[in-house]
């Protein structure tokens, strides 16, 4: 099946600094990635969606400056979150898919900002 | 834009009762409903999913029912195990042919089995 790998798992980074979430499809090429947070017993919120060679479509409030989508290739997004702050400590998520593949999602990344 | 109502939020149950979670969708352009579970600190992982051209589906002890006319579809699991304790979210999207859509998604129930 399907499965899309998502690294890393878990980040600690201080304040002001930037962190780099990557996401590969592994065994079918992701046309669409999507990207989304998830706050602690807290439903997933969609920040972006991309497609392969295009720029990353951002969701309502979702700041594409400080939240910045790459999608450069049918097998690898990142998200990189600039200048992080603990507001923006969260469980982010990716999730591919692509031609005849539903959505498969990644196994999540936990940001703890300090 | 399209809103996912999902209910109850928790769900008790002893091991081998059913449990019911359902699910209220807005938007008549969704056709794609899938179902995910989430264990702790981990993504989403598809347990099953409808599309709007059939009223249920059946895989073991999942299956979920689907009415387009009131836009409401339900997970239902039959003798529930406590692996089956999780958070279970659903979501709606539109899918065409091969193509599918981004996903809205319901606030989540924390089943828990107990033994």
């Known amino acids: 099946g399907a499965v899309v790998s998502q690294h890393p798992s878990r980040v600690i980074c201080k304040s002001g600094t930037s962190v780099k979430i990557e996401c590969r499809s592994l065994?079918?090429?992701?046309?669409?990635m999507f990207w989304y947070r998830q706050f602690p017993k807290k439903s997933l919120m969609l920040m972006a969606t991309?497609?392969?060679?295009?720029?990353?479509?951002?969701e309502q409030g979702v700041e594409k400056d400080k939240f910045l989508i790459n999608h450069a290739s049918l097998t690898l997004s990142t998200l990189t979150v600039t200048s992080a702050h603990p507001e923006d400590s969260s469980f982010y998520i990716c999730?591919?898919?692509?031609?005849?593949?539903?959505?498969?999602f990644g196994s999540g990344t936990r940001l703890t900002v300090v | 834009g399209e809103n996912v109502e999902q209910h109850p939020s928790t769900l008790s149950v002893q091991e081998g009762d059913s449990a019911v979670i359902k699910c209220t969708y807005s938007?008549?352009?969704?056709?794609?409903f899938p179902w995910y579970k989430q264990e702790l600190g981990k993504g989403p992982q598809l347990i099953i999913d409808?599309?709007?051209?059939?009223g249920e589906k059946k895989d073991q002890r999942i299956a979920v029912t689907l009415n387009k006319t009131a836009k409401h579809f339900s997970l239902h699991i039959t003798e529930t195990q406590p692996e089956d304790s999780a958070v279970y979210f659903c979501?709606?999207?539109?899918?065409?042919?091969?193509?599918?859509?981004?996903?809205?998604f319901g606030q989540g129930t924390i089943l828990t089995v107990h033994p």
């Open positions: 991309s497609n392969e060679g295009s720029k990353a479509t951002y």
């Open positions: 979501a709606a999207g539109n899918a065409g042919g091969t193509s599918y859509g981004k996903l809205t």
């Open positions: 409808i599309r709007s051209n059939v």
């Open positions: 065994d079918f090429q992701a046309t669409t």
């Open positions: 999730s591919a898919r692509g031609q005849g593949y539903g959505y498969t």
């Open positions: 938007d008549s352009a969704s056709n794609y």
